[in-house]
């Protein structure tokens, strides 16, 4: 913040003239002032007290009566312990709304030529499913973080890992063979990612009855499972596969299709996208070249049964499988692959990947192998690891066919949205069209918001009928807020009331203004702290506070009908602005604010 650094500036000052020594700016601590305290920042002057060789008290007074006489800035202090409470002056805050409007990116950092490169993976889903509320939290996360670090001046690069190879989709492809009679998502009327969906679930089914009826003749459950013809068949299509077999790979080129065209639409839908796609039935092969070499260099070595393994115990960690006995390769050789790829194709400086936290060993044990194969970018490598997203009612199961798909849960949030909407008046007095949009911004910016407001780190549950609340910490209620300073500024246009680009400093400003002020521009640091952090939650928590506060404002000081040309000017400014950085911050997020509602 720009009076912060003048703060910092005139503290470090104060200290030399006062003590006779000079103090980095790194060690000036100015923080907001607590609510119950008078004041806008305070400074913690402990640091100081080696330097004074007085109390903190008496420290703090003395830098304070040199800050109100030397610094036009601060227009009166108070002492509480060892903390000085500084008030700035109102002629300051108005200079800074001043600059915070003529800024139409305030916050955001331009990328240039010499922007580092940053690419983030996220979505990663596989053939066999249809994308569910679990893909839901990865691609909101993955999407928001991309615009988040393209604001922290970061050229990006969204990509995402396919897994369309594996047993996983061989299961959906014997079950289509043996029980599917060529349905077709056409004839069954189906999106293709929900048509194969339904043939995993049913190969479980099947396959859960068969190791039942093994297990009634006495056998033991690792028994039953090593004697599963089902299974065994899912292997031998593998096996196939792997072998270039033409009937099997061209089974799995068809159904692979149907997954990826109802992919498209869940994404479309969602609003997320990626610049590059890879496939690990592309990647997987050049991660087996990485490992034999690794196992030619006595990286790796190789077991009696034909399997290739890494020794991690001196890391202390254990020995990881890398190629199997029958040669084929596990998702640890398809990510050391992978990563060839994307650095042979990219200059990439930073490699994010957004994926949960029950692969956090998975990605330790990555990092720790590229690193030995003698990639620069393993020790580097960044593992985003999120939270689990539950329900209510509990846990999801893709298997037994109990997870919620993703565009279920975006046309619930729809149309949960429209009766809403329509039970509080919203949509009165608009066109059909219009009142489809407005419940498609609401129900998936509720959606988003929701998921995005939660620290990453945690797990949560996702209540659907608490996301779309006009009220509260939600998405609505940041957009309704937005439609209603939108709703303002026309207002003050139709009366022709064209406030200045810079407004006289001399301006008396209440204090909910100078909050309002102070918060708006905390937005640059709140932006910078998210790209470090790797937080969407600090930008979603922040635009609430900000969106709460001017409604406070709002509420208490008429705008349009202020007789002092002056303030109505600085309120439809700072309106303005509001509405400005609402609309930026979300849209790092992901969301989209409607313009009416």
Same mark, same amino acid.
């Given at each position: 913040m720009i009076i912060e650094q003048q703060i910092t500036q005139a503290v470090i000052n104060? *200290?030399? @003239?006062l003590y006779g020594t000079e103090v980095p700016a790194s060690q000036i601590q100015l923080q907001k002032t607590k609510k119950e305290f008078k004041g806008h920042l305070t400074l913690v002057v402990f640091p100081f007290l080696r330097i004074s060789k007085k109390s903190p008290e008496q420290t703090a007074q003395q830098i304070g009566e040199y800050l109100l006489k030397s610094d036009a800035a601060i227009s009166e202090f108070n002492v *509480?312990?060892? +903390?000085?409470?500084? !008030? #700035?002056?109102?002629?300051?805050?108005?200079?800074?709304?001043?600059?915070?409007? *003529?800024?139409? !990116?305030?916050?955001? !950092?331009?990328v240039t030529g010499d922007s580092q490169l940053a690419m983030i993976e996220y979505s990663s889903p596989n053939t066999n499913k249809p994308l569910h509320l679990g893909h839901v939290r990865n691609n909101l996360l993955g999407y928001s973080l991309s615009e988040i670090m393209k604001a922290n001046g970061y050229k990006v690069v969204k990509t995402n890992i396919v897994n369309d190879r594996g047993i996983h989709i061989c299961k959906s492809m014997l079950a289509w063979q043996k029980w599917g009679e060529g349905i077709t998502p056409e004839k069954a009327g189906k999106k293709g990612d929900h048509l194969i969906g339904d +043939?995993?679930?049913? +190969?479980?089914?099947?396959?859960?009855?068969?190791?039942?009826e093994l297990q009634d003749k006495g056998l033991s459950k690792e028994e039953a499972e090593a004697q599963s013809q089902l299974m065994a068949e899912a292997r031998e299509m593998l096996r196939k596969w792997e072998a270039g077999d033409e009937e099997t790979v061209s089974l799995w080129e068809t159904m692979n299709n149907w997954v990826y065209a109802g992919f498209d639409e869940t994404y479309k839908k969602m609003g997320v996208d990626f610049d590059k796609i890879y496939y690990e039935s592309e990647t997987y092969l050049e991660g087996k070249d990485k490992v034999l070499e690794g196992l030619d260099k006595g990286i790796f070595y190789r077991r009696e049964d034909g399997s290739v393994w890494a020794d991690l115990t001196p890391e202390g960690l254990d020995e990881k499988l890398l190629l199997r006995a029958d040669g084929t390769s596990v998702y640890m050789t398809q990510d050391i692959g992978t990563a060839k790829l994307r650095f042979d194709d990219?200059? *990439?400086n930073k490699m994010i990947y957004v994926v949960g936290n029950e692969q956090n060993y998975h990605f330790q044990v990555l990092s720790i192998l590229l690193d030995k194969l003698g990639f620069e970018f393993g020790k580097g490598l960044v593992h985003f690891s999120y939270g689990m997203v539950e329900l209510p009612e509990g846990k999801m199961k893709s298997r037994e066919g109990t997870v919620v798909d993703a565009d279920d849960l975006m046309d619930e949030m729809i149309n949960t949205a429209r009766e809403i909407s329509r039970e509080l008046g919203k949509l009165d007095e608009m066109t059909p069209e219009e009142a489809e949009h407005i419940v498609r911004i609401v129900g998936l910016g509720s959606l988003k918001y929701f998921i995005l407001k939660v620290d990453p780190r945690k797990n949560m549950t996702f209540n659907p009928k608490e996301s779309i609340d006009f009220n509260g910490n939600t998405g609505p209620f940041i957009q309704y807020t937005y439609a209603r300073i939108r709703s303002v500024l026309r207002k003050a246009a139709a009366q022709n009331i064209v406030f200045p680009e810079q407004l006289p400093v001399n301006i008396e400003v209440s204090g909910k203004e100078e909050n309002l002020i102070q918060l708006l521009a905390l937005y640059a640091d709140i932006v910078k702290e998210a790209g470090k952090e790797y937080s969407p939650a600090l930008i979603a928590n922040y635009i609430y506070d900000l969106v709460k506060e001017y409604n406070q404002f709002y509420h208490d000081f008429s705008i349009l009908r202020e007789e002092d040309s002056d303030k109505?000017?600085?309120?439809?400014?700072?309106?303005?602005?509001?509405?400005? &950085?609402?609309?930026?911050?979300?849209?790092?997020?992901? &969301?989209? #604010?409607? @313009?009416r509602m």
């Open positions: 104060s *200290i030399k @003239e *509480i312990k060892g +903390f000085l409470n500084l !008030t #700035v002056a109102g002629s300051c805050w108005i200079g800074l709304l001043n600059e915070i409007n *003529i800024d139409a !990116t305030y916050g955001i !950092t331009p +043939f995993y679930v049913l +190969f479980d089914k099947y396959y859960k009855q068969e190791l039942q990219y200059p *990439i109505k000017n600085m309120r439809l400014m700072l309106s303005q602005n509001v509405a400005k &950085i609402v609309k930026s911050g979300m849209a790092l997020l992901g &969301i989209e #604010v409607p @313009e």
